[in-house]
């Protein structure tokens, strides 16, 4: 597949090519995305991790993660570690 004129900007590099849709928000956050959205101190939810307590995460690419659902039923349970 050739590139054409119009692949290329005014350097003659080709183009970014666009999405075919818009990028949505994900629903994963991060860890100091998750304690924010919890109203707590990131190192509860790193101490809550270690111990084996607190909300579901899960590991993408080897960073944590936390999904917005799993974090609203903690919330709805209490939201407390020892009762998870």
């Known amino acids: 597949m050739s590139n054409t004129a119009d692949d290329d900007d005014e ?3 080709p183009k970014p ?3 075919l849709r818009p ?3 994900s629903p994963f956050l ?10 707590l101190e990131r190192r509860t939810l ?6 084996g307590l607190g909300p ?7 960073k944590v993660v936390y999904h917005e659902t799993d974090l609203v039923r903690f919330s709805e349970r209490g939201g407390d570690a020892s009762a998870v």
Do not use: M, Q, S
Request: charged share 40%; glycine share 10%.
């Open 17 to 19: 090519r666009k999405t």
């Open 30 to 39: 991060t860890t100091d995305e998750a304690a924010r959205f919890l109203r």
């Open 56 to 62: 579901p995460f899960r590991k993408h690419g080897g």
């Open 46 to 51: 790193d101490n809550w991790r270690w111990a």
């Open 23 to 25: 990028r949505l928000p």
């Open 11 to 13: 350097n003659g590099k």
